[in-house]
């Protein structure tokens, strides 16, 4: 019998061509092509608020070596829709004054780094060199930056939304005031997390080419959503969707970036390679990443809470307000997130969330890793800390009582999700996950170590997060699997990847269903010609959606090799069996056919190609009373499945740290990370390990790096890699402790939850814990409520808080 | 806006290749985009992500921080270089693949240009050292971990390969 794959830590597949310098990345599309690749390049708004007067594009009309010079004005021309607003994706009922950018600014700008204008030349060098050429003038308005500007709304980013407000949305379980109010205890916190982003190493990326042989045009875009770029470049450029392809080939990094979709420059390159009849590519530098693509994270929270002597939860009531920059391309999902996973592998009984959506002048906000649960798991687990704190009792203990119970799933929170579903748990075991972490971390033994390095003079501190993750959302998925006449088995899905090890994984589960080796098996990503349904890769649903497609897709394809197989073997179905890619009758082994042959009889074929073609001829098989292809058949050896769920699955985890803080510089230093993970049965524990590892690094980045530094005139002042402090191997925990924890869901037929979001998600709280834990020593009073926080913010909160 | 050209002649992986670029050219996009060598990423074009990290003479350098015209003379190795003559895998690249070191692949040519010269320098390297190692470079997927086992994985099958065969000579240095 063939060995299961699914569990193994099975190396990947992706790996030789990485490692080789073989990868395709979108711009290493058409260097080495016949034609001559042009160059674009975007002049940016320099300021966040304004007014366009005029654009003179004089200075750049007749420059050798530039082809196209384009503003909002030129835009109708060359294809109505582009002259209106980008998509506004999402929209939910709730974002009553949803607004989204033009391709190229249309009077106003509204964040620095607005598109303003387009140039397309020989080179990159040139189209630069010309966008410096062209002369803008402005009329500087007030800029709306943070929070508090935009809650105060003495100016608006947009004249026509009031109080800047783009959507305002409560939800109720019970009534959680009058439940606060006539609870034993009560406490009431306000929090803020600052902005960060995802900042993959590569930006974002397009290149996209007219035949006008065929009239289709080809795009390769680096993106989250290949069918997403295709629709919205379809409906743009007044093409059928049958007219445009769009390629994703490897992905360097997303973490939600590359979800939102169209960006400007995704459908102005392929406008351009229309007019010009040239080839044209865009590749974004670090830069114009900072200040045009998406950020995520800012918050302002205040929270409201009502428990018992025990710690238990009776009421939860909380505000926030959400900045989401100067547009909203993406609806609500961000702050829908934190709204909802806020409750965590808790009941509260009594839940209110309201939340304000509000505009600010600064580039816009959608998805980052975790999406709006890192902010949402840091209000609670900071609330469970205070708890704690308040009634003397051990930060453990308090969540374990307001833990749901194994015996309680499916669990019904009583909210909307952001899918439009009842948030409702499938699985879990919060209490085995408890006593995982804390044996993983050694908390009970931690008071002792703690007393025993405050003997030598060092402050140490423990913080421990628990997080619950809605993952796989829909609405659906698909695969497509074929058999080649080789034996091969190809195998395509739409949604793209971007280093999850997706054709490793997917190669997995395909082999185990067919009984095929895994080195026969290839798979496709992010290539509508092969699989033009598809949603995308986001929300930690690639192996819950596509992996479950793909394993109804070669249980399909299974099905038919059986059919086949048992007509030729003259056997029944169900006595066969497929190990390495030859079906045979089980206890029988002479009696057998190879996938390839079963191939070959699949097609009945009128021309023979070779040998083994022949068999497949009219005149060598079939009943000539009957039809060559049964009215019910189709020719060929496939499957083609698509997987849907009612809801979304739910993966959680428990994350815990030790964290050193120097008394004299507040620097701060991890000693000790542990992760208990449930992503219930693990395809591959070798990528899932990496996930944990990947969404950690981020996670530190963003307790205590990461901050988008704008001042009150809407500058990005840290821009570039050399003022925003990403993470190196310097600043990440030595080791990570991983323990899995596998709760099937029963929503799938693998019983798999995703897991790429997790290592992020209790970041921001588990690190503010352990940090809080260590100054306590001689600081009973010092909270901490804002995140990240550097060494310097540390040393002032020490100041205000005297021992 | 004409430019002067420079002819340039570029020894890369041993191979010369002939070409004309304006003196601003970047070393990065000349390997990438007139020798057609994508292997070499461009990840912030200033320097500090460490994705565009050649061999220049076998010492690690960032190749968006040079100009083309300044490469002449000198012998240069990308990634596309680092595969052993008769194709397999420099312990290096292996070392990655064992310990998955590698997610989207982006930043992976610059660890393995610094590796592969890192080791050459110290090919036994303490875990300390093995962390410095890589202290220039950014990875957003792995969080590193692996990245550390694969330095330390590849310093173990370089020492494995040297106990069976002769090293071969080291180039440029």
Known sequence: ???????????????????????????????????????????????????????????????????????????????????????????????????????????????????????????????????????????????????????????????????????????????????????????????????????????????????????????????????????????????????????????????????????????????????????????????????????????????????DDDGRLLGLDVEFWHDHGAYTPYGLIVPIITSTQLLGPYKPHNYRVVFESLYTNTVMVTPYRGAGRPQGCYAMERTMDAIAAYLGKDRADVRAVNFIQPDEFPFDQGLIFQDGRELEYDSGDYPASLEKIKALVGWDEFPAFQREMAAQGRRVGIGLACYVEGTGVGPYEGAHVHIETSGKVKVATGLTTQGQGHATVFAQLVADELGVKFEDVEVVTGDTRRMAYAVGTFASRAAVMSGSAIHLAAKRAKEKVLKIAADALEAAPEDLEIVDGVVSVKGSPGASIDLGTVSVLSNPLRYAFDEASKAATQFSVGDPGKPPVAEDDEPGLEGKDFYSPERATFASGMHAVIVETDPETAEIKILKYAVVHDCGHLINPMIVEGQIHGGVAQGVGGALYERMAYDESGQLLNASFMDFLMPYVTEVPDGIDIDHLETPSPLNPLGIKGAGEAGVIPSAAVFAAAIEDAERVDRPALAITAMPISPSELYTLRQEHPR | MTEELHDVRLSVNGTTYDTRVPARRLLSDALRHDLGLTGTHVGCEHGVCGACTILVDGEPMRSCLMFAVSAVDHELTTVEGLTNEDGSLSPVQQAFSECHGLQCGFCTPGFLTTITAGLRDNPTPTHEEARDMIAGNLCRCTGYQNIVKAVERAAELVELAELVETPAPEAGR
């Open chain 1, 1 to 307: 019998m063939t060995t299961k794959l699914m569990g193994q830590k099975v190396q990947r597949v992706e790996d030789q061509r990485f490692l080789r310098g073989q990868g395709r990345y979108v711009d290493d599309v058409g260097v080495s092509g016949s034609t001559q690749l042009l160059h674009a390049a975007v002049l940016r708004s320099p300021h966040a608020h304004a007014r366009i007067l005029d654009i003179d594009v004089e200075a750049v009309l007749d420059l050798e070596g530039v082809h196209a010079v384009w503003t909002y004005d030129d835009l109708a021309g060359l294809a109505a829709p582009m002259a209106e607003p980008l998509p506004l994706l999402i929209p939910h009922p709730a974002l009553t004054h949803g607004r989204t950018q033009y391709a190229l600014a249309r009077d106003e700008v509204n964040y620095a780094g607005e598109a303003i204008a387009f140039v397309v030349a020989d080179d990159r060098y040139l189209a630069e060199d010309a966008v410096g050429r062209i002369r803008v003038s402005y009329e500087p308005l007030p800029p709306v930056v943070g929070i508090d500007a935009a809650r105060e709304a003495r100016a608006l980013v947009h004249e026509d939304v009031p109080g800047n407000i783009g959507a305002r949305l409560e939800q109720n379980v019970g009534d959680a005031p009058a439940a606060i109010k006539a609870a034993p205890h009560t406490l009431s916190l306000d929090l803020t997390v600052e902005r960060s982003a995802c900042t993959p190493l590569e930006g974002r990326g397009t290149v996209a080419r007219w035949d006008p042989d065929i009239n289709r045009l080809q795009v390769w875009t680096s993106t989250q959503s290949s069918t997403g770029v295709r629709a919205a470049v379809a409906v743009k450029l007044g093409l059928d969707l049958g007219q445009v392809d769009v390629i994703t080939p490897d992905v360097g990094g997303g973490f939600g970036v590359k979800i939102n979709h169209p960006w400007p420059e995704e459908l102005l390159v392929p406008l351009a390679a229309r007019a010009l009849g040239r080839t044209v590519k865009f590749t974004e530098d670090r830069r114009e990443h900072f200040i045009s693509s998406a950020h995520e994270r800012g918050q302002v929270q205040h929270i409201e809470v009502g428990f």
